[in-house]
């Protein structure tokens, strides 16, 4: 489960096994699972004012900060110090962040604890 620091609910990382690399169960991510509405799917409303919607929203609510839909907008991939590569690119843990061009900051809730094997 992921949080955005300008969502208001959690929501899921999808993660597509095309690297073929399972994390003890469900398809471990990397830093390219970045992409809006296929990884990164809404957090129920966004309370940005970055965003052009909520600004509007909130300009016709006489300021009165008003969320609206979260559309999550990531163009840039995941920002990971993990030394585990997965598919060539580095994994996302619990100190991962992907950022928002509308100013939110996502980052997982909890990683499965899973045992890498160096070989």
């Known amino acids: 489960m992921l949080k955005c620091s300008m969502g208001l609910t959690p929501s899921p990382l999808n993660v597509l096994p095309i690297n073929r690399v399972m994390a ?3 398809p471990a991510g990397n830093i ?3 992409k809006p509405m296929v990884n990164i799917v809404p957090f129920g409303l966004c309370r940005s004012v970055a965003n052009p919607v ?4 909130t300009a016709a609510a006489l300021g009165v900060l008003t969320p609206m839909p979260c559309v999550p907008a990531t163009p840039a991939p995941w920002i990971s110090t993990s030394r585990v590569l997965i598919g060539g690119s580095p994994m996302i843990t619990k100190s991962s962040k992907c950022l928002c061009i509308w100013g939110g900051q996502i980052s997982p809730m909890a990683t499965p ?4 094997k160096v070989g």
């Not at 909520?54 to 929203?57: F, I, L």
Request: charge should be negative; charged fraction near 5%; glycine fraction near 8%.
């Open 54 to 57: 909520v600004a509007s929203a």
């Open 24 to 26: 003890q169960g469900p």
């Open 32 to 34: 390219l699972d970045n």
């Open 113 to 116: 604890a899973v045992t890498v």
